[in-house]
């Protein structure tokens, strides 16, 4: 196994590891330590069922069932199909995932530690791959705060919302995502976490909030809280924190939630097919640590 970083902020290609087999103890270890040292890590050439990309996954801790998914690989339902290909007048995956800025999960009272894709089909015009996933690094925004931030907001906490998420989809973006039905929003209620977290492998401080979901913090006044807010999302988006990931097809996708922030780039049209299968990992193996 070859850990190759990409020079950038974060990303690096891993190569020597066929993710359709078991793989060892030290070989786990390895795929841990690079997620830590550059939060989103590349497996090209896999060729995997939805049975191995699910078994995959879950070596890293508890697979998450999405609240809304209507897209699952049928009888596994871990596996959610994202995908804008429509086949006999019906989508066969949810259309729109993850095109803003978000943190998966970060509305969940147990967050996710990874995301996992494999990419089946992905859109090409002149030659150049269509559908980046964009990433922003945490452990970097977190440093690059003005001390007086990290000292004020220490010990704060900020609240996530899932349903505010789908309704900038709904409402920005011409998604023709339902509203949320009751007892989905009943099953995701608003949860609060600590705006700073420590890192479970890495054990440095991140930035724990999100455009995506984040919609207050919880011991500030309100007027400050957005004016607090507003000041994070822009930050965090500085360039110099930025990575984009261009696509081909098999690679797998691996990403750690609590030290990044992602974006699913929307430049490709209805005919131009993308295919993705997606697991979500959740903290349960790797957990934060709030203080
Ligand atoms: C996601 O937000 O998990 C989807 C990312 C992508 O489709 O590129």
Not at 124 to 134: D, I, K, N, P, V
Not at 231 to 256: G, I, P, T
Not at 276 to 285: E, L, N, Y
């Amino acid at each position: 196994m070859r850990v190759i970083p990409t020079g950038e902020t974060l990303g690096a290609t891993i190569e020597g590891l066929d993710l359709a087999r078991p793989f060892s103890d030290d070989e786990f270890e390895g795929v841990v330590r690079a997620l830590g040292e550059r939060g989103v890590v590349r497996f090209p050439g896999q060729t995997l069922t939805g049975r191995q990309l699910a078994d995959f996954s879950a070596r890293f801790g508890e697979l998450e069932i999405n609240v809304a998914n209507t897209h699952q690989e049928p009888g596994i339902p871990e596996v959610m199909i994202l995908s804008n290909i429509v086949e006999d007048g019906k989508a066969i995956g949810l259309a729109d995932a993850g095109q803003d800025w978000h943190t998966d999960m970060s509305y969940s009272s147990t967050i996710a530690f990874a995301n996992v894709l494999y990419g089946i089909k992905i859109p090409r015009r002149a030659g150049q791959s269509l559908g980046a996933t964009e990433f922003s690094n945490m452990h970097a925004a977190y440093d690059g705060l003005p001390a007086e931030m990290k000292r004020d907001l220490e010990g704060m906490t900020v609240l996530h919302d899932f349903n505010k998420f789908w309704e900038m989809m709904r409402r920005e973006k011409g998604s023709k995502r339902p509203p949320l039905s009751d007892a989905q929003k009943k099953a995701k209620p608003p949860v609060s976490h600590p705006v700073f977290l420590t890192h479970p492998i890495t054990g440095r401080r991140v930035l724990y909030a999100n455009p995506g979901y984040a919609v207050r913090i919880n011991e500030l006044p309100q007027k400050e809280s957005a004016q607090t807010l507003a000041f994070l999302f822009q930050h965090q988006l500085k360039a110099e924190y930025r990575y984009a990931f261009h696509w081909e097809e098999r690679d797998v996708l691996m990403w750690e939630d609590i030290g990044t922030i992602h974006n699913a780039v929307a430049d490709y049209g209805p005919h131009e097919h993308r295919l993705i299968k997606r697991c979500q990992v959740m903290a349960t193996r790797f957990q934060p640590e709030e203080e």
